[in-house]
């Protein structure tokens, strides 16, 4: 079976996570700092959607997505930002 490029997976999981972040209650002030890296995990390509700080460790992790190289899958896999009613 062949991997799907990782170019592909961004872009599939930028929407996963356009659509998760509607939910969920976002200040403006912490949007406009968002940065997203990946984490190659096996057979998945993590992104993670993170407040980056000044040393790696402090980086407040924000969501993070689960996407699939070979069948291009993902989900949602952690928020930790407060739902809107």
Do not use: H
Request: proline fraction near 2%; charged fraction near 35%.
């Amino acid at each position: 079976m062949r991997k799907i490029s990782l170019n592909f997976l961004e872009q599939k999981a930028k929407e996963i996570i356009r659509k998760t972040l509607g939910d969920y209650i976002l200040p403006d002030d912490i949007f406009s700092q968002l940065a997203l890296g990946t984490i190659i995990d096996g057979d998945d390509r993590v992104f993670v959607l993170f407040i980056p700080k000044e040393l790696a460790k402090d980086a407040i992790d924000i969501l993070r997505v689960r996407m699939n190289v070979y069948s291009g899958e993902g989900f949602v896999e952690y928020i930790g930002l407060e739902r809107k009613e």
